[in-house]
C-alpha cells in the first residue's frame, strides 16, 4: 500500500502562483510514477502531469493547458513530488489531487493509478 499526502493549495489572484506537494510513504519502492490530476466544480477529473517516481527519471508529461506553466519534479530525499503552479489563470481552479501507480499505463489516465491523495483545494481570483 501506498500512502499519499497533499499539501499548499490555497486562494491566488491571476497570474499568481502556487506550489502543491505530495508526499509518499509506504511502498514507495514499488511506484512507477507519480501524477496530478484536477477536478472543477460540475466537470470530469482532467489530467495535469505526471512523471516518472524513480530519482533517475527524466520523462515528465504534461497536459496541453498547463505546459509551459506548471512544473512537476521531485525531491528525492523527501518521496516528495511537487507541481510548480505559475501564471495561474481561473480556469485553474479546482481540486487538485495527487496520484501514484505501481503498474505500467497510460500516464494521463485516471484509471492508470491505484493510489490517490485526499485533494487540494487551488482558488484562482479574476
Known amino acids: 500500500q501506498v500512502q499519499l499526502v497533499e499539501s499548499g493549495g490555497g486562494l491566488v489572484q491571476t497570474g499568481g502562483s502556487l506550489r502543491l506537494s505530495c508526499t509518499a510513504s509506504?511502498?514507495?519502492?514499488?511506484?512507477?510514477?507519480m501524477g496530478w490530476f484536477r477536478q472543477a466544480p460540475g466537470k470530469e477529473r482532467e489530467f495535469v502531469a505526471a512523471r516518472g517516481w524513480n530519482p533517475y527519471s527524466t520523462w515528465t508529461n504534461y497536459a496541453g493547458s498547463v505546459r509551459g506553466r506548471f512544473t512537476i519534479s521531485r525531491d528525492n530525499a523527501k518521496n516528495t513530488v511537487t507541481l510548480q503552479m505559475n501564471s495561474l489563470k481561473p480556469e485553474d481552479t479546482a481540486v487538485y489531487y495527487c496520484a501514484a501507480t505501481d503498474a505500467s499505463g497510460r500516464w494521463s489516465m485516471s484509471d492508470s493509478y491505484g493510489y490517490w491523495g485526499q485533494g487540494t483545494q487551488v482558488t484562482v481570483s479574476s
Open positions: 509506504g511502498r514507495t519502492s514499488s511506484m512507477l510514477a
